[in-house]
């Protein structure tokens, strides 16, 4: 009896621990996200101090979701329009990022490419995990199409973009526009897309796993919390639709993309993968890798000489594409 009660005993104290042991890991989890948030605003307000062009427009509108609501940031160009409109998807990871830590970034796109842009705060993980980000994102690109004129947006030249985890949601909402708003998209511009789980391990996570802005450990820690599980994921469970558009048996049809990565980012090879997937199903791709520079380079740290010239790439592509557009007698 005393051995049964020593027994017990033991296995209740050793779960008390497990589970004091978990509340501790929560309690630390949570207070890194709160820093991590707090600092991608932070460093985006000190690179770029009194940098950020002011000759926009400027309005933010909630869009209702399902759940809930979210809220986008209007950047209009100064003129009557109507313009393009590109709406775009903040970085971070799936777990931090913001408006304002993107905002200098889509101020400057607004004013070089002379297009408004829909900044979309779509709901974070791990408070929100997958697949509320893809669903608020699909949901933000249909209530911009419904508002594009009170936007001064231009119907027939809508595109998405976003950067990181930005681009990974960029590239599933194009695929569910695909099937859901066929042509209604005119563009897709990626910017060193997440596109695969980390169990998809490439060359590039292990040449560029530490040292980088963004790490190998960094990477998988923001997909644990964006497609959490308590034991490993395997293949069918990792590989969704609409977190993995590199996995997405069927690109075809999407719009013309625009796909940036660079040399020293974990993220590389899975980006230069999707490009080449999408070439292969006929879908019209411009590559770019940079050499030499890490994940980020684009708005992170200010306007540089690095962003300035992937944002000249940004806006030299859509004017491309929009003389080819006007060639064919259709609208910018």
Same mark, same amino acid.
Request: glycine share 8%; net charge neutral.
């Given at each position: 009896?005393?051995?049964?009660s020593?027994? /017990? ?12 042991s ?13 820093v ?9 307000? &000190?690179?770029?101090?009194k ?5 926009v427009t &400027?309005?933010?509108?909630? &869009? ?13 160009? #100064? ?5 393009p ?14 408006? =304002?830590?993107?905002? +200098? $970034? ?11 842009i ?15 980000? +893809?669903?608020?994102c ?17 119907? =027939? ?19 569910? *526009?695909?099937?859901?708003f ?8 990626l ?7 980390? @169990?998809n391990?490439?060359?590039?996570y ?5 040292? @980088?802005? #963004? ?11 964006y497609? %959490?599980?308590d *034991? #490993? ?16 048996a ?7 993309? $625009? $796909?940036?990565?660079?040399?020293k980012? %974990?993220?590389? =090879? ?19 890798? /940079?050499?030499?520079? @890490? ?7 200010g ?15 859509l004017?491309? $594409? ?11």
């Amino acid at each position: 009896m005393a051995l049964r009660s020593a027994s /017990y005993n033991a296995r209740l104290g050793c779960r008390k621990f497990i589970e004091r042991s978990k509340s501790e890991v929560n309690v630390i989890n949570k207070l890194k996200i709160i820093v991590m948030r707090f600092g991608v605003r932070l460093i985006a307000g &000190i690179c770029w101090w009194k940098k950020s062009p002011q000759n926009v427009t &400027i309005e933010t509108k909630c &869009i209702p979701v399902s759940g809930g609501e979210i809220r986008a940031r209007i950047y209009t160009p #100064l003129g009557y329009g109507p313009f393009p409109v590109i709406v775009y998807y903040h970085g971070g990871g799936f777990v931090i990022g913001d408006l =304002d830590s993107h905002d +200098p $970034l889509c101020r400057d796109l607004c004013v070089k490419a002379d297009r408004i842009i829909v900044s979309i705060e779509y709901r974070l993980a791990p408070e929100n995990p997958f697949p509320c980000a +893809p669903n608020d994102c699909i949901a933000a690109l249909e209530w911009v199409t419904t508002h594009i004129e009170n936007l001064k947006g231009n119907r =027939d030249a809508i595109f998405v973009a976003g950067d990181s985890a930005g681009g990974n949601l960029a590239a599933v909402t194009a695929i569910q *526009a695909r099937d859901r708003f066929p042509g209604l998209l005119k563009g897709q511009i990626l910017l060193y897309p997440v596109t695969h789980h980390y @169990q998809n391990v490439t060359a590039s996570y292990i040449e560029n796993a530490k040292g @980088q802005g #963004l790490t190998r450990n960094l990477m998988i820690w923001f997909w644990d919390q964006y497609l %959490p599980a308590d *034991a #490993l994921l395997n293949m069918a469970e990792s590989h969704q639709a609409l977190a993995t558009p590199l996995a997405v048996a069927n690109l075809t049809n999407l719009p013309p993309t $625009l $796909l940036i990565t660079a040399e020293k980012d %974990p993220l590389r =090879d899975e980006g230069v993968d999707f490009a080449h997937r999408l070439s292969e199903q006929g879908v019209k791709v411009q590559h770019t890798q /940079y050499k030499g520079l @890490q994940h980020g380079f684009i708005g992170t740290l200010g306007p540089n000489e690095s962003h300035n010239q992937g944002i000249a790439e940004i806006v030299a592509w859509l004017e491309k $594409l929009s003389h080819i557009k006007t060639e064919h007698g259709s609208a910018q």
